[in-house]
């Protein structure tokens, strides 16, 4: 990892700094997004079914100690069941006939290691809950420090 600084004066003048090399970066925990895969084309859930992606948990489990879904969705307030793994985590998410950016807390004991399954499920006859892509993200934190090598 290197850093500069840009700096710009009241006049607009810039000067860049010269690079400062071989720094690290060290956190007490560890977050991973899994990357979703399996994704709709278009991910329309209505009418009593279920849509999903998947996405492949690694890392040690014994040491999850938060799991979240993020996602953006279209009438996300349209779904009866937003999950993984067979679970139900929240009825609704989002507005009605509006888009959304909505993360909610998933309880770590549904993950399992490697595949996931998240899901809508809706038995709207009307405009379903749309996911939009890049479809439901999985994000785990584990209580293990992460370390980010310094730059070569």
């Known amino acids: 990892m290197a850093l500069m600084a840009r700096v710009v004066d009241r006049t607009g003048i810039c000067y860049m700094t010269p690079v400062v090399r071989d720094l690290s970066l060290s956190r007490k925990k560890t977050v991973r997004i899994c990357k979703p895969y399996s994704v709709p084309k278009q991910w329309s ?3 009593g079914e279920m849509d999903y992606c998947r996405a492949n948990a690694d890392g040690d489990l014994d040491k ?6 993020t996602m953006c ?14 679970q139900k ?7 009605n006939h509006d888009l959304s950016y909505d993360s909610f807390d998933v309880p770590v004991e549904l993950v399992v290691p490697e595949i996931n399954t998240l899901f809508t499920y809706s038995n709207t006859q009307h405009h379903g809950i749309e996911v939009q892509w890049p479809g439901m993200v999985l994000l785990l934190r584990f209580d293990v420090p992460e370390q980010i090598p310094a730059s070569r």
């Open 45 to 47: 859930t209505r009418m």
């Open 73 to 86: 969705t279209w009438n996300g307030d349209a779904a009866n069941v937003i999950g993984i793994n067979g």
């Open 64 to 69: 999850l100690i938060a799991a979240q879904i």
């Open 89 to 95: 985590v929240i009825t609704k998410v989002g507005r």
